[in-house]
T-cell receptor, first 113, second 115 residues
Framework: SQQGEEDPQALSIQEGENATMNCSYK?????LQWYRQNSGRGLVHLILIRSNEREKHSGRLRVTLDTSKKSSSLLITASRAADTASYFC?????????????FGKGTKLSVIP | GAVVSQHPSRVICKSGTSVKIECRSLDFQATTMFWYRQFPKQSLMLMAT?????????EQGVEKDKFLINHASLTLSTLTVTSAHPEDSSFYICSAGTGSNQPQHFGDGTRLSIL
């Protein structure tokens, strides 16, 4: 199995600033997925980027993928207090007849109003 | 978008009780459902993978007789924590997937507290 490792583990910024989180993984992938978890809730899917894509946008989110370095980054622009959450990257791996996700410790983002 | 409904959201019960948690995909058919456990300030730990109509595959260290998983249809999977004890208290989250190049859709989790 493999899991993404997020960096930094914690990030505190002022509202309106940009937040950048990084992810590293170990083996080859078909895609990499980013999720958000608000405190005490389930995970929400943010973006899936395929291995042949280098960059993907969704609203204020921008994800990059560098398969040669086995790394990805998530940029949140013009952050809002509502963006406060933990963010996880997840590279799917094949197991148990399906593609599983294993999660690292995530990046805990705090956006201060 | 794809919605996964998980019930109940919170359970408080006495030690020795068995607790059933349901996970339903409301507007899509899930080929695979996953069960995770999350302790406070920890990441999600995959407990088991469940394919419709077949036995669940448990991760190492997860007792299959303790955590019974049933995946009777493409829209419903259940996790039963049998004879729960205080150390089973945790946040349990399910997710549903439709393929390798598709995201998983998560339920809102069940907070289980065993007294």
């Amino acid at each position: 199995s493999q899991q993404g490792e997020e960096d930094p583990q914690a990030l505190s910024i002022q509202e309106g600033e940009n937040a950048t989180m990084n992810c590293s993984y170990k083996t080859s992938i078909n895609n990499l997925q980013w999720y958000r978890q608000n405190s005490g809730r389930g995970l929400v899917h943010l973006i899936l980027i395929r291995s042949n894509e280098r960059e993907k946008h969704s609203g204020r989110l921008r994800v990059t993928l560098d398969t040669s370095k086995k790394s990805s980054s998530l940029l949140i622009t013009a952050s809002r207090a509502a963006d406060t959450a933990s963010y996880f990257c997840a590279p799917p791996y094949s197991g148990a007849g399906s593609y599983q996700l294993t999660f690292g410790k995530g990046t805990k983002l705090s956006v201060i109003p | 978008g794809a919605v996964v409904s998980q019930h109940p959201s919170r359970v408080i019960c006495k030690s020795g009780t068995s607790v059933k948690i349901e996970c339903r995909s409301l507007d899509f058919q899930a080929t695979t459902m996953f069960w995770y456990r999350q302790f406070p300030k920890q990441s999600l730990m995959l407990m088991a993978t469940s394919n419709e109509g077949s036995k669940a595959t448990y991760e190492q260290g997860v007792e299959k007789d303790k955590f019974l998983i049933n995946h009777a249809s493409l829209t419903l999977s259940t996790l039963t924590v049998t004879s729960a004890h205080p150390e089973d208290s945790s946040f349990y989250i399910c997710s549903a997937g439709t393929g390798s190049n598709q995201p998983q859709h998560f339920g809102d989790g069940t907070r289980l507290s065993i007294l």
